[in-house]
């Protein structure tokens, strides 16, 4: 007597079933991989934002006057 479950063949079929999860998702997790730095994309990476575009931003919301935002313009 093999055994009962698939004649002895029990174990490998449940081997053989966590491996072919672990093939795909490692497929899987490759080709993310390889668009996110094909793309530069990355989570959570911040960029620093061009020092102009925040002078405008502080002139726009009135946390700097005119004359401060030209002399910043101008120092840039």
Not at 15 to 40: E, R, S
Not at 50 to 75: C, G, H, M, V, W
């Amino acid at each position: 007597m093999m055994g009962y479950w698939f004649a002895g063949m029990g174990w490998w079929m449940a081997l053989a079933g966590i491996m072919f999860v672990l093939f795909w998702g490692g497929i899987i997790w490759l080709v993310v991989w390889g668009v996110t730095k094909a793309t530069g994309h990355r989570a959570g990476c911040t960029t620093i934002e061009n020092p102009l575009k925040i002078a405008k931003r502080r002139y726009a919301q009135s946390e700097i006057t005119r004359e401060q935002f030209e002399q910043i313009k101008k120092d840039l």
